[in-house]
């Protein structure tokens, strides 16, 4: 199956378990793609004690996980693409939607 997930939130136990549940996804043997709009785009940032974020992103991206973030959200808040999260458009976001056969928001 192809997965779409797409988080705009900056809550870390919700983005922490979006890419939770997006590993689950690619170890069943799902394609698997995250687009990260508004306060999704933070998702780098969001380390706490409880929730290591970018530890379900760097196992993500190692198992085969894609991940675009919206450029528009990005210069908005003066941040940039990194190698994990690089710039992406609307067209994008249209296009893992068109592609995905279920599509989750977070």
Known sequence: ?????IIYSND??????????????????????????????EA????????SVTQ????????GGKILACGTCLKIRDMGATDTCPISTMKD????IKESDRVLTF
């Not at 199956?1 to 997930?5: E, L, Q, R, V, Y």
């Not at 976001?93 to 893992?96: D, E, G, N, P, V």
């Open 44 to 51: 780098e940032s969001l380390d706490t004690d409880k929730f």
């Open 12 to 41: 870390s136990e919700t983005v922490w378990n979006a890419f939770r549940f997006g590993n689950f996804s690619l170890k069943a043997g799902d394609t698997v793609k995250v687009f990260l709009t508004g306060r999704g785009v």
């Open 1 to 5: 199956m192809k997965t779409g997930i």
């Open 56 to 63: 379900q992103i760097k196992e993500f991206i190692a198992a």
């Open 93 to 96: 976001m249209h296009t893992l």
